[in-house]
């Protein structure tokens, strides 16, 4: 009886082996690591993957196996770069640590520093309190957070195309994705952790769990603003009975506990509540900043006035969440999961391309849901490689400090993943009444 289980039980050993021998190397090449560090990354790496793997929804042994191996070998590959610093490290994220270290750490919190809400300087002042390079930890950090952002994929795939295969599959290549690992791993940025909660929220909203949904799309906003793409959204959701009223108080809800922590330490409640419009002001003057929004359609189009221009793609980016709350509040009865998807990856395109002061990242929703939407309508997989190479179009102007390609061909390769997707939606809000809902639909 034992035999057999052991046995049994080799590929999960030679996987957890093989991640504790190759992160105990990599994490001792990295400069000035400590013991406490280097056994952090060598044994939570192991674990949280095997946790990943059992919390995805995906219940097949080998494709745990496979999800599971694959996954560790992509953290992995993260350890390699956690040394690398860029000019956000040292400018911004290391001196707001260095501030909360000289200022008793999370007693600080009752002062501003920075320009990022609450909840993330929370993990900075704790990252204080450990005298180890603070770019390490922020690094593992968004690391940890890249395995939710798969796990919030895998579940969305596997509930919309009720494939186990098509959501292991999804899992692996969120990890894979070059926007992905550069972000967290090489950039040392936090896209994917405000990303990976608005998903999870969204997966539990359509799993009508909506509690659930309101609680991380909370804490998303409490992140990052730029959760705000995705938050129409739900308009559909509370339109198809998925999202009830009395669950949208859980939204301000779990935000105000995000924040918490700073009231807690003696920051008034005005400053803390009311942080974005507080800092609205810091977005910076320019029209775009390495994005590739239609403000990057210059020589082409280019405003003489921008405070003008900036008006105008304000106003384009709230024309088109009308005219999708309009499709959507006329065909109400249609409203399915699939239309749900495509509205957010519409949605998540098409704002940030009409919305002035975008960067680099902002389009790291839309790269995420290119992904998942490939898996459900498989001939939509080339808006990957479209929404990848827009992105890192940008991600290349950051760290060369020089355009590989104008930034307006990204537009362009943007623009008909939007197209499209309203396409798709309107081909589900206005198919016949009996047709199928699933792979004999024209638009899989």
């Known amino acids: 009886m034992f035999r057999p289980n052991v046995i049994r039980r080799i590929p999960e050993i030679v996987i957890t082996v093989f991640m504790l021998i190759a992160g105990w190397l990599l994490s001792g090449r990295m400069p000035e690591t400590d013991l406490p560090l280097r056994l952090l990354l060598t044994l939570s790496l192991p674990l949280l993957t095997a946790g990943a793997v059992l919390i995805s929804g995906v219940h097949r042994r080998d494709l745990h196996l496979l999800m599971a191996a694959l996954a560790g070998v992509f953290l992995l590959l993260r350890i390699v770069w956690f040394p690398v610093e860029t000019t956000d490290y040292t400018d911004f994220l290391r001196p707001w640590t260095d501030w909360y270290r000289a200022h008793g750490g999370l007693r600080a919190l009752g002062r501003s520093v920075g320009n990022y809400n609450v909840p993330y300087l929370v993990f900075l002042a704790l990252f204080s309190y450990w ?27 596997d ?15 969120v990890l894979a994705l070059p926007t992905v690992f550069i972000n967290g ?36 906003f409490a992140f990052k603003l730029q959760a705000i793409f995705l938050i129409p959204v739900f308009f559909a959701c509370l339109l198809s009975g998925k999202l009830k009223l009395r ?28 942080f974005y419009f507080k800092t609205a002001s810091t977005v910076g003057d320019g029209l775009n900043y390495n994005s590739p929004s239609m403000y990057s359609l210059k020589p082409f ?35 399915d999961d699939r239309s749900v998807l495509f509205a957010a990856l519409l949605l998540t395109c098409g704002i940030p391309l009409f919305l002035p002061h ?17 898996f459900v309508v498989p001939w939509t997989a080339p808006f990957i490689l479209f929404s990848q190479f827009a992105s890192l179009l940008g991600y290349y102007a950051y760290f060369y400090r020089v355009y590989l390609l104008p930034m307006r061909y990204g537009f362009w390769l943007l623009v008909p993943v939007a197209v499209c997707s309203a396409v798709l939606i ?3 809000l206005w198919r016949a009444e009996n047709a199928p809902a699933s792979p004999g639909d024209p638009d899989n």
Not at 192 to 204: M, N, R, T
Not at 247 to 274: Q, T, W
Not at 325 to 335: E, M, N, Q, T, Y
């Open 131 to 157: 005298d180890v390079p603070v770019l390490y930890l922020i690094k593992y950090l968004s690391a940890v957070f890249d395995l939710v952002l798969a796990v919030a994929i895998c579940r969305i795939v």
């Open 159 to 173: 509930h919309i195309s009720s494939s186990e295969k098509r959501g292991g599959a999804a899992f692996i290549l």
């Open 185 to 220: 791993s090489i950039w040392g940025q936090c896209d994917s952790i405000y990303v990976s909660l608005a998903l999870l929220g969204l997966y539990f909203t359509l799993d009508r769990r909506p509690w659930a949904g309101m609680i991380c799309l909370g804490f998303s």
């Open 247 to 274: 669950h949208l108080p859980l939204f301000p809800a779990a935000y105000a506990l995000a924040v918490s922590p700073a009231i807690l330490a003696g920051r008034s409640a005005s400053d803390v509540l009311l």
């Open 301 to 335: 189009w280019y405003p003489a006035n921008p405070e003008q221009a900036a008006r105008l793609g304000v106003l384009c980016a709230m024309v088109l969440c009308v005219l999708f709350a309009l499709v959507f509040l006329v065909r109400f009865k249609k409203i």
């Open 358 to 374: 975008m960067h680099d990242r902002y389009f790291f929703f839309c790269d995420m849901l290119t992904l998942a939407a490939a």
């Open 426 to 428: 309107c081909l589900r």
